[in-house]
Nanobody, 111 residues
Framework: VQLVESGGGLVQPGGSLRLSCAASGFTFRWYAMNWYRQAPGKERELVAHISSTGDTTDYADSVKGRFTISRDNAKNTVYLQMNSLQPEDTAVYYC?????WGQGTQVTVSS
């Protein structure tokens, strides 16, 4: 199993980023996918979840209405569209599935 995140970076408050997670080594369309994040000094937390078909999604209360998780089963990729970013969204964002983690991508929200 390999999960490779990309799309992180530095953005101003109120800005947007789209994260991608390219998956390989397993049958992507069979598995739910998840985005987690870990801020400095805090525990890793679940941010968003999407079912294998993409029909069902779920979000942490802190990101509801601002973040959208989606997937493209033809491309073996899951996305996290993040809008209205705030400094408290600063964290390393990880893709998780099949009991495996990606390496993470840093998101920094700062003016």
């Amino acid at each position: 199993v390999q999960l490779v995140e990309s799309g992180g970076g530095l953005v101003q408050p109120g800005g947007s980023l789209r994260l991608s997670c390219a998956a390989s080594g397993f049958t992507f369309r069979w598995y739910a996918m998840n985005w987690y994040r870990q801020a400095p000094g805090k525990e890793r937390e679940l941010v968003a979840h999407i079912s294998s078909t993409g029909d069902t999604t779920d979000y942490a209360d802190s990101v509801k209405g601002r973040f959208t998780i989606s997937r493209d089963n033809a491309k073996n990729t899951v996305y996290l569209q993040m809008n209205s970013l705030q400094p408290e969204d600063t964290a390393v964002y990880y893709c998780y599935a099949v009991k495996s983690w990606g390496q993470g991508t840093q998101v920094t929200v700062s003016s």
